[in-house]
T-cell receptor, first 112, second 110 residues
Framework: KQEVTQIPAALSVPEGENLVLNCSFTDSAIYNLQWFRQDPGKGLTSLLLIQSSQREQTSGRLNASLDKSSGRSTLYIAASQPGDSATYLCAPPYTGRRALTFGSGTRLQVQP | DAGITQSPRHKVTETGTPVTLRCHQTENHRYMYWYRQDPGHGLRLIHYSYGVKDTDKGEVSDGYSVSRSKTEDFLLTLESATSSQTSVYFC?????????FGPGTRLTVT
């Protein structure tokens, strides 16, 4: 069974800092991994999908990396802004099903 | 938002009553999902569907049933609601292996 751990659970930084959010998973037989953002009381917004054949995927100030062999993914946020404040969720595939398994997320607060 | 709507968006019901949540999509996606989100547990898969009348269980399926008689609708039914089913329920679809989520339904069982 896929299990996902996200570290840190919470993070508070001043505006402008570069950040790294970490995700580890137990079942490395994955074909991709998805990162989401969730604002309080809202649904999930897809940020990036990184394929197992890729090492990195970039979208604007966001960069995700994937190391299947070590069971790790990182989300790098450059030049953080207050609007980046949200919970970030890592989601590799569910073992044996075409669905996702979620970590508990990293709650990010960017101070102006 | 990939054309996903959920109804109702909020519901309060009493223990023991049946409840049906609806997920509707407008873009003919084959895969549809129901997840629940609870503090301390993150999002967990309840059931999913890979086509009309084709469904499978997730990790927290006890107490829930689903139906998909049309491509566009995926229904989640709580046959007899319990307080432990108080949660936020999210529907999702899969397009090119990317999952997109609906806005959620907040269900309170009193």
């Amino acid at each position: 069974k896929q299990e996902v751990t996200q570290i840190p659970a919470a993070l508070s930084v001043p505006e402008g800092e570069n950040l790294v959010l970490n995700c580890s998973f137990t079942d490395s037989a994955i074909y991709n991994l998805q990162w989401f953002r969730q604002d309080p009381g809202k649904g999930l917004t897809s940020l990036l999908l990184i394929q197992s054949s890729q090492r990195e995927q970039t979208s604007g100030r966001l960069n995700a990396s994937l190391d299947k062999s070590s069971g790790r993914s990182t989300l790098y946020i450059a030049a953080s802004q207050p609007g980046d404040s949200a919970t970030y969720l890592c989601a590799p595939p569910y073992t044996g099903r075409r669905a996702l398994t979620f970590g508990s997320g990293t709650r990010l607060q960017v101070q102006p | 938002d990939a054309g996903i709507t959920q109804s109702p968006r909020h519901k309060v019901t009493e223990t023991g009553t049946p409840v049906t949540l609806r997920c509707h999509q407008t873009e003919n996606h084959r895969y549809m999902y129901w997840y629940r989100q609870d503090p301390g547990h993150g999002l967990r898969l309840i059931h999913y569907s890979y086509g009309v009348k084709d469904t499978d269980k997730g990790e927290v399926s006890d107490g829930y049933s689903v139906s998909r008689s049309k491509t566009e609708d995926f229904l989640l039914t709580l046959e007899s609601a319990t307080s432990s089913q108080t949660s936020v329920y999210f529907c999702a679809i899969s397009e090119s292996r990317i999952q997109y989520f609906g806005p959620g339904t907040r269900l309170t069982v009193t």
